[in-house]
C-alpha cells in the first residue's frame, strides 16, 4: 500500500505533463520551418517541407542533439561545422529543383544537406574530403533510408567527373574562386550555389550556364563557411593575410 501511495503521485505527474511536456523533435523541427525559414525569405513549399522531413537531430554529435534546432552551425568533429539550416536552405532554394536533377553536393559533412537534397532531385552525388565524415554520413543516410543519395571520398574542388554532367551543384565549403572543374560539369542551364571569396569573408553567389562558354553570376548575400581545401580551393595550410 505504501508502495502504491509513492507511485500515484508521480503518475498523476506523468499524466498533468503529458498535455504540456517537453517538445519532441517534431515540434522542433515544425517551429525551425517557421521561425527561422518561412519567416526570413525561404518560401519554396517544397524547400519548406524537405526541412520539416529530415530529422536533423539525426545528424549532429551527440552532445549537441538537444540544440539540433538551434539558428546556427554545430560542430561535426574533425574542426568541421553542419551549416546554419537558413544557409543550406537559401542554397537550395536558390539551386530551383523540380526533382528530375542529378545534383552534386561537395562538403558532406554530417550528409544533413545531402538529404535535404535527396527530397527535392533524382538523385544526389555528394564529395567529402575526410574519410571518416564521408563513412559516417553514408552509414547514417543508409540507417535512415535515403538510398538516392552516393556518398564518395574525394577532392570535391575537382567535382565528381565519374558522374557528370550535373543539373545544380551546391557547394557547402567556401572556395577563392569557383572551380573550373565544377563550371565545366553543369549541363547548359544547369546552376551552382557556393561561398566564394576570402577565408573570413565569403559571398554566396548563384552561377547559371547560359550555353558552353557563359556563365551569369548572382550575389545572394554574406555567408561565412569553412574553407575548400583542394587542387582548386585553398591549399591546406591558409596563408596568413
Ligand atoms: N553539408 C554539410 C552538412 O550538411 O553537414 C556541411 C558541410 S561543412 C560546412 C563543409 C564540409 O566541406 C566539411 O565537411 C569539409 O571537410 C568539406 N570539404 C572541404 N574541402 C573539401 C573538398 N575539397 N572536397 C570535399 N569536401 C570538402
Redesign the pocket.
Known sequence: MTGLLRLIPRAIMHILNAGQGEMTAHDKRQRMVSEQLRRRDIIDPQVLAAFGTVPREQ?VIPTTEGRAYDDS?LP?G?G????QPYV?AMTVQALALHGHERVL??????????AILSCLAREVHT????ED?AAH?AVRLERLGFHNIHVHH????LGWPAAALYEAIAV??GAPRPPQSLLDQLTIGGRMVLPTGEVDDQRLVRITRRDEHTFVEEDLGDVR??????VE?WPEQIPVR
Open positions: 545528424f552551425p561535426i574533425f568541421q561545422t553542419i551549416s543550406v553536393e561537395i562538403g558532406t559533412g554530417s550528409g544533413y544537406a545531402a564529395v567529402e574530403r575526410i565524415l554520413a574525394g577532392d570535391g574542388s557547402a565549403a563557411f569553412v574553407p575548400l581545401v583542394g580551393g
